[in-house]
């Protein structure tokens, strides 16, 4: 898994839509873009993608719709590789085939 800038990830995602099985983007990016926002506008490719956001802050924090926060898979930072580990699983649900082979994009 590596981190990559976010216009790179936008035109790997478009290229690699299919092949990318979850998402894990923070809920604060760099630019001032939301992580909720990009991952909506991800998710018009690709409507069943598996997101797992992640930040130093709580999803309820100020500046969060109540809608877009619940339901959401999060984890928040900092976290050990094996929570991170179950997080993914949880996100994936239990039949993770689907993860096998997927190209990997996380946003900083």
């Not at 936008?10 to 998402?23: K, N, Y």
Request: glycine residues 8%; neutral net charge.
């Amino acid at each position: 898994m590596h981190s990559i800038p976010r216009t790179t990830a936008l035109l790997l995602f478009e290229g690699q839509a299919e092949r990318i099985s979850m998402l894990l983007i923070d809920l604060r990016l760099p630019d001032g873009i939301p992580g909720v926002a990009l991952t909506k506008h991800l998710r018009k490719t690709r409507p069943d993608l598996k997101v797992l956001y992640t930040s130093d802050c709580e999803p309820t924090a100020e500046g969060h719709e109540p809608a877009l926060v619940e339901g959401l898979e999060f984890i928040p930072k900092p976290y050990s590789p094996a929570r991170l580990i179950q997080a993914v699983q949880s996100c994936l649900g239990k039949d993770r085939s689907a993860a096998h082979g997927g190209a990997e994009i996380v946003l900083r």
